[in-house]
C-alpha cells in the first residue's frame, strides 16, 4: 500500500493496542515509526544490479519474523523523542510498535506485489490480491479515524480504523472471489473445450469494482476486464494476447550467462508469469500479471535482452489519450465492450 495509508495504520494500530498509563502520543509515533519502517528497503540499491528493486523490497524488512526488530527501533526512537515523559518507556512502547510494523506487512499482502511474509523459513511471495496499491476508500477513513484518535485521545477510533480496514479487506476477497467466478462462468458460455492452465485476478486501482484477469491458454497470455457490482449482472470485457515465454523462444540469452542468470531471477520474482515480445534485435521479458489498464497485455516491468548490451529493466507506464476515460468507463459499467453474464 502507499505510505500514507501505512502511517495511519501504524498510528491506529499503536493507540489501539497501548497499555492502560502508557503515554498515547508516544505509542501513536511508535505505531508511526514501525508502521513505515518496512519501506526502507526503497534505499537498496546497486548500479550494478538492474533487478535490486524487484530483489529487495518486500522481502525480509516485511517478513513477519522480522516485525519484532521495527518495533523495538520504533519503541526506543519514539522513547527519546519523548524522553521528558515518565509514561514513555521504551518497554510499554514495544508493542504499538510491533503492532504497527504488523499492520504494515499484513497490508502488503491484501496487495498484488507479493510479500515475504514468512521469510527465513520460506522465500516465496504471498499476494492476496483483495487491495489495490491506492484505494482512497480503504486509507481516507482510517486516516481520518486515526488522526481524532490521536488528537482526542480516544482509542476506540483507532479501533474503528482497523475493524474498517479489515472489513474493506474482506470486502475485497468476497469481490476477488466474484470475479474469478464470473470469469470461469464466462469460460463455460463459450461453449467450446478450453485448456486454461494459469489463471490470476487482480484489483484494479482505486477500485474494488474492475478487476484485473490473466489467464494461459495454448501457449498465450489472454487478459479480460470484469466487474462485479453487488447485485448486478458480472460483466466483462475481452481484452489483449500475448505469448508467453519457453525455453524455445527464439533470442534468449545462453544459459549460465549473466543475463539468463537475470532472466531466471525475474521469473522467481513473477513466478513464471513471462510474457515475451520480439523488439528489434532485443527481446522483452514482462511479468504479465500487471498492465495499466485492466485489458492491456503490455506489462508494467520487463526485462529487455539484447546481445552485447547491457540488461535492463524496462518500466512502461505509459497511456494513450482517453485510456484514464476508457478505464472510467469499464468501473461505472457504460463501456462498450462489455458482455454481461446473466
Known amino acids: 500500500m502507499d505510505n500514507v495509508t501505512h502511517a495511519a495504520l501504524g498510528i491506529a494500530a499503536g493507540i489501539a493496542v497501548r497499555r492502560a498509563g502508557a503515554s498515547l502520543p508516544a505509542a501513536a509515533l511508535a505505531g508511526l515509526l514501525a508502521g513505515e519502517g518496512p519501506d526502507l528497503d526503497l534505499l537498496i540499491r546497486s548500479a550494478g544490479d538492474p533487478l535490486v528493486s524487484f530483489r529487495w523490497h518486500r522481502h525480509f524488512t516485511h517478513s513477519l519474523a522480522f516485525t519484532p ?6 519503541a526506543l526512537v519514539s522513547a527519546w523523542f519523548f524522553r521528558r515523559r515518565p509514561d514513555a518507556h521504551w518497554r510499554d512502547l514495544f ?3 510491533l503492532a504497527g510494523a504488523l ?9 498484488s506485489y507479493g510479500t515475504m511474509l514468512l521469510w527465513p523459513f520460506d522465500f ?13 476508500f480503504a486509507t481516507l477513513p482510517v486516516l481520518v479515524l486515526a488522526i481524532l484518535a490521536w488528537k482526542k485521545a480516544a482509542p476506540r477510533l483507532a479501533v474503528y480504523a482497523l475493524l474498517w480496514f479489515t472489513t474493506y479487506a474482506s470486502m475485497g476477497a468476497w469481490q476477488h472471489a466474484r470475479a474469478e467466478t464470473a470469469l470461469r462462468q464466462w469460460f463455460a458460455s463459450q461453449q467450446v473445450t478450453r485448456r486454461i492452465e494459469r489463471i ?14 490473466v489467464w494461459l491458454e495454448d501457449g498465450k497470455w489472454h487478459t479480460a476486464a470484469v466487474r462485479v457490482m453487488p447485485f448486478m449482472a458480472p460483466q466483462v470485457i475481452v481484452g489483449e494476447t500475448r505469448v508467453a515465454v519457453t525455453p524455445s523462444s527464439p533470442g534468449l540469452p545462453a544459459v549460465g550467462s549473466a543475463a539468463a542468470v537475470i532472466i531466471t531471477d525475474f521469473s522467481h520474482f513473477t513466478q513464471d508469469w513471462n510474457s515475451f515480445t520480439v523488439d528489434g534485435s532485443a527481446v522483452l521479458i514482462g511479468d504479465i500479471r500487471f498492465g495499466m489498464l485492466p485489458t492491456s497485455a503490455r506489462p508494467l516491468w520487463s526485462v529487455r535482452y539484447e546481445p552485447n548490451m547491457p540488461t535492463t529493466v524496462i518500466i512502461d507506464r505509459s497511456l494513450k489519450p482517453g485510456d484514464w476515460g476508457r478505464f472510467g468507463q469499464m468501473i461505472v459499467g ?3 465492450d462489455y458482455v454481461s453474464l446473466r
Open 200 to 213: 490470476a485476478v487482480k484489483p484494479t486501482a482505486l477500485n474494488l469494482v474492475v478487476w484485473r484477469c
Open 124 to 136: 516465496g511471495r504471498y499476494a492476496w490480491d483483495c487491495m489495490p496499491i491506492i484505494d482512497l
Open 95 to 97: 508493542l504499538p510498535g
Open 103 to 111: 499492520a504494515h506487512v499484513l497490508c502488503d499482502a491484501c496487495t
Open 69 to 74: 526488530v521495527w518495533g523495538l527501533l520504533a
Open 334 to 336: 457504460t463501456h462498450p
